[in-house]
């Protein structure tokens, strides 16, 4: 028999058939009419090829053919089954579980989330999950993404793509100079700003290229990029031991508000945005609901 959704409506059909072995009530019971279900009947003789329920010969009910007594047990079971798999829901409970979450961050991202994330794991799930936080490599984030080998990675907007998203903060850019800068600490002109040595962080193999240059780029102007790192977190150490400055998100500049001054831009910049990134099979995942649940807390203080 081809399964199809038809039928398997007319098994459902034949199971309880099978068991009430009488018309009237299976009728009842599918809530059917009786004209329908004896249609239904007819249909699953015809797929069978044999009888399947007759008339008692006394005249109550219906007895089974021996094909119907060979098909009752199995096809109940199977339908039991079935019926587990399609109509139980799935859960998810952090208490229960021993998963290892995996989120692809950079050391910024990972330095706003991860303390405060541990501690909501740690309360929700004390000696179960486990969290992993990893480098984001930008050529193989997608199929990562999506196999699950990432489960979810905290990005900026402009690495989002046909990801499923959600914007987890958004702060001013400021630019960071060590406190006793020769320079003083009033916010720079433009034309100061310019003529200092700047800092910048890429992911990219020797690039002096920061967003900032693509503004300055489209105003006709152009800075000198000295230093270009791949980590947020060794940008404070530049900046305190070199006449450098850097423009940083001033979340990150807060942890270092005693050796480093956080200035206003002498030019109008995007924010800076954190969103949290999965791939779309995971839209609706009870784990990965919770999980990003959990880093939209992390933000919140």
């Not at 990562?144 to 793509?161: K, M, P, T």
């Not at 406190?179 to 992911?203: I, K």
């Not at 001033?250 to 800076?272: I, K």
Request: proline share 5%.
């Amino acid at each position: 028999m081809n399964l199809t959704g038809h039928n398997l409506a007319l098994l459902t059909s034949l199971s309880v058939l099978l068991e009430e072995r009488n018309v009237t009530r299976a009728a009842a019971k599918l809530n059917l009419t009786q004209s329908a279900l004896s249609a239904q009947l007819s249909r699953l003789r015809d797929l069978f090829g044999d009888p399947l329920l007759m008339p008692a010969q006394s005249g109550k009910g219906m007895v089974l053919t021996a094909r119907a007594e060979h098909l009752r047990q199995p096809l109940r079971q199977a339908l039991q089954v079935l019926g587990t798999v399609v109509g139980d829901l799935p859960c998810f409970d952090p208490a229960k579980s021993d998963r290892t979450f995996v989120i692809g961050a950079n050391d910024n991202a990972a330095a706003i989330v991860a303390p405060r994330l541990v501690q909501l794991v740690q309360a929700a799930s004390p000696g179960g999950i486990r969290v992993s936080i990893r480098a984001i490599d930008q050529v193989l984030l997608g199929d990562q993404l999506e196999s699950g080998e990432i489960d979810v990675a905290l990005v900026s907007h402009s690495r989002i793509g046909n990801l499923s998203h959600e914007l987890l903060l958004q702060e001013e850019f400021k630019m960071a100079q060590r406190a006793d800068h020769p320079r003083g600490s009033a916010p720079p002109t433009l034309e100061e700003y310019l003529g200092l040595e700047h800092v910048v962080v890429s992911g990219a193999v020797n690039s002096f290229h920061g967003f900032i240059d693509d503004v300055l780029a489209q105003k006709g102007r152009a800075r000198r990029v000295a230093v270009s790192v791949p980590y947020y977190s060794i940008v404070p150490l530049l900046l305190q031991n070199s006449d450098c400055v850097s423009v940083l998100p001033s979340r990150f500049l807060s942890r270092y508000e005693r050796s480093l001054a956080a200035l206003a831009l002498p030019l109008e910049v995007r924010d800076f945005s954190l969103f949290s990134a999965w791939h779309p099979r995971f839209d609706k995942d009870l784990a990965h609901l919770w999980l990003r649940e959990q880093l939209k807390l992390c933000v919140l203080s």
